[in-house]
């Protein structure tokens, strides 16, 4: 079939020009002359193109491109508005979808679809009311031979148009779309966020199946986006904690499509800023340092981003800020009591105390402390053993004794 005939001679004039390289460099600046003719007379570009430079008498508002799946269906969303006089909604309205050549538009576009169901090589559906100038229509069951450029025209009496200007290109897939997964960005421990796993859903009757390594009974939902495309998504609100940092969401779409299941999977790693956790202090070296020896304190935390370290000293007049950094080495004159203080923008922690202690007189003291209590305890054992002895040889029963009792001047032998 073939529309506008009149145009085709300037188009075929063109496409003559385009394609012979060398009768283009000749041409080149008769090509400029014919492009700014074409330019005063006929609209350019996609116009220009698939309207044989006629302004288009009808519109439809449609996605310019439209992926699909293979074994899918496929909604096109479709609506248009006419305020042309010869149009009556009162009268029969045929919808028509064509086919168009993306290869020469010279070819004609070929009837794929007339809703007074005289064609329909695709078994296509429009599903939205002509009477309310929507044309929505289904697209069962699409595989790769059904990529193409489609062009929807309306006949309604006299009115009889085609929407030229905006066609509709299919590119059908073999392998489903990833879902997305939404997390707002800056993450910080305490706090909500919604996270969300959408995908793209060109079949809104057969959905994809979402599921994903958070809670399993997210509540699944199919929304219309502004263009009439449709997005499945979950959701979830998670409560952050630093043990987010670094978690893999992973989320699977899978869709049912004819003659099997297509499945594809997106993941992502969360980035959770936190105050700092588990500071500790250590000392090098460990145990009692002698007075004018150099030791090293170290201060570790977990955060994010890294935290900074002050170091301070316990004193009676308030803790001194001794040091900023994560080592603090100094030459040791007296003992003392230390920690450290991690901080980032999200808090602070302090670490336990640790004790400096210093051997040298204080050593010997402590050394003569111990003597003491040594020689403490060997004076009590020696004490216990000779009373225990004592104990025993007077309380010792007399089986035969070695003296005879008197009693009153009388020998009393005592028998056993
Ligand atoms: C259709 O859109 C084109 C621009 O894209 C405009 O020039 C033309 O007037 C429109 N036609 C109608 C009938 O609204
Ligand atoms: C539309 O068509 C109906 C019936 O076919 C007719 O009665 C009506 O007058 C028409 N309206 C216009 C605006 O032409
Ligand atoms: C669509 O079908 C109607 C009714 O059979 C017919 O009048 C019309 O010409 C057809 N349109 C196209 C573009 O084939
Ligand atoms: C879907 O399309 C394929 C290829 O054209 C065909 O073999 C199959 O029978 C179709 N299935 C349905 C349910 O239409
Ligand atoms: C998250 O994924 C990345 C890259 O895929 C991997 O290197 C990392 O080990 C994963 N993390 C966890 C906690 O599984
Ligand atoms: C530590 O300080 C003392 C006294 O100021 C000094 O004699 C000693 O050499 C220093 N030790 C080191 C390892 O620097
Ligand atoms: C500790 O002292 C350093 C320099 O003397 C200073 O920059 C830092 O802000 C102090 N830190 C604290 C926590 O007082």
Redesign the pocket.
């Known amino acids: 079939m073939i529309f506008f005939p009149q145009m085709i001679f300037t188009h075929f004039y063109i496409l003559i020009c385009f394609r012979d390289s060398t009768v283009m460099a000749a041409l080149t600046e008769n090509m400029l002359t014919v492009n700014m003719l074409l330019s005063v007379f006929f609209?350019p570009g996609a116009?220009a193109e698939d309207c044989y430079g006629i302004?288009?008498?009808?519109?439809i508002t449609t996605p310019n491109t439209m992926e699909a799946l293979t074994g899918s269906c496929l909604q096109i969303p479709c609506t248009y508005d006419?305020e042309?006089t010869k149009y009556n909604s009162s009268r029969r309205i045929y919808a028509v979808w064509m086919k168009g050549d993306t290869q020469i538009h010279l070819h004609p576009k070929v009837v794929i679809f007339n809703s007074s169901g005289t064609v329909n090589t695709y078994q296509l559906e429009i599903i939205g009311n002509l009477k309310e100038k929507i044309c929505t229509t289904l697209f069962p069951n699409l595989t790769t031979r059904h990529a193409d450029k489609y062009f929807f025209r309306i006949e309604n009496y006299q009115f009889r148009a085609t929407a030229c200007?905006n066609p509709l290109q299919i590119k059908v897939k073999d392998s489903p779309w990833s879902p997305s997964i939404y997390v707002p960005s800056d993450l910080k421990e305490h706090q909500s966020v919604t996270v969300t796993c959408s995908a793209f859903t060109p079949c809104p009757n057969s959905p994809p199946e979402l599921t994903w390594n958070l809670q399993q009974d997210s509540l699944r939902h199919t929304e219309k986006n502004r263009d009439g495309t449709f997005t499945t998504k979950i959701q979830e609100i998670i409560t952050l904690s630093d043990t987010h940092d670094g978690y893999n969401i992973s989320c699977s779409a899978r869709y049912s499509v004819i003659g099997g299941i297509k499945t594809a999977e997106t993941e992502v790693t969360l980035s959770v800023s936190y105050a700092p956790k588990d500071t500790s202090a250590s000392i090098s070296p460990s145990g009692l340092v002698s007075a004018g020896s150099w030791v090293e304190l170290s201060c570790s935390s977990r955060a994010k981003p890294p935290p900074t370290f002050t170091w301070f000293r316990i004193s009676e007049h308030g803790d001194i800020n001794v040091s900023v950094g994560q080592i603090y080495s100094f030459n040791v004159t007296e003992g003392g009591e230390y920690y450290c203080v991690a901080s980032n923008d999200l808090g602070q922690q302090k670490s336990p105390v640790i004790l400096v202690a210093v051997e040298d007189d204080q050593a010997s003291e402590f050394q003569i402390l111990n003597v003491l209590k040594i020689l403490g305890i060997v004076l009590l054992c020696t004490g216990v053993i000779i009373f225990e002895c004592w104990f025993r040889f007077y309380n010792k029963p007399k089986k035969e004794p070695e003296e005879p009792t008197y009693v009153n001047n009388v020998m009393v032998t005592t028998v056993s």
């Open positions: 609209l116009l302004t288009p008498a009808f519109n006419t042309n200007a």
